[in-house]
T-cell receptor, first 109, second 115 residues
């Protein structure tokens, strides 16, 4: 099956810093989603991005499907950005998701 | 607008007990999914239902059964719970437009502990 690798596994940021999270996948995919799992365990949809670039406030994402990677940018980080960020790829036409192991982000005041 | 609703939110079982986790969505989605999340890991697919009346195995189906009761509801059953099934269970749903999948939307999860 498709392998999804996220880096770095852990990230500690000071409030106000910028960062980039990376997701590599081993084969062509139908689509890709980024999620934020908050400290309460809820999975929040951030981006649905098969290719190109999207922005939502301080967050943006870029997927380069031909090179099999996606990037998530966090700018001017806030403590509420803490949590785990997951990349997940749609592996077939039925929409099944293959998740990466996640990047644990801690933003300190 | 509830989205995907899972019940219960928390449950403790003894080894060998049975239990059904409930999931309902109000977005008129065709596809529904059950995942489990173990500590420090991403989610893994247990079963999915591409449309009402169909179900298929995912990556980790052993020890589970599912029922797509109608378009809105998709339940997950543990017939004889084992400690290895201690996990957080997530239900999700999605629609399909043309040939491209739409994003999956997740419920808040059920934290299940088996003693």
């Amino acid at each position: 099956g498709i392998q999804v690798e996220q880096s770095p596994p852990d990230l500690i940021l000071q409030e106000g810093a910028n960062s980039t999270l990376r997701c590599n996948f081993s084969d062509s995919v139908n689509n890709l989603q980024w999620f934020h799992q908050n400290p309460w365990g809820q999975l929040i949809n951030l981006f649905y991005i098969p290719s190109g670039t999207k922005q939502n406030g301080r967050l943006s994402a870029t997927t380069v499907a031909t090179e099999r990677y996606s990037l998530l940018y966090i700018s001017s980080s806030q403590t509420t950005d803490s949590g785990v960020y997951f990349c997940a790829v749609h592996t077939d036409s039925w929409g099944k998701l293959q998740f990466g192991a996640g990047t644990q982000v801690v933003v300190t005041p | 607008n509830a989205g995907v609703t899972q019940t219960p939110k928390f449950q403790v079982l003894k080894t060998g007990q049975s239990m059904t986790l409930q999931c309902a969505q109000d977005m008129n989605h065709n596809s529904m999914y059950w995942y489990r999340q173990d500590p420090g890991m991403g989610l893994r697919l247990i079963y999915y239902s591409a449309s009402e009346g169909t179900t298929d195995k995912g990556e980790v189906p052993n020890g589970y059964n599912v029922s797509r009761l109608n378009k809105r509801e998709f339940s997950l059953r543990l017939e004889s719970a084992a400690p290895s099934q201690t996990s957080v269970y997530f239900c999700a749903s999605s629609g399909v437009t043309g040939v491209r999948n739409q994003p999956q939307h997740f419920g808040d999860g059920t934290r299940l502990s088996i003693l």
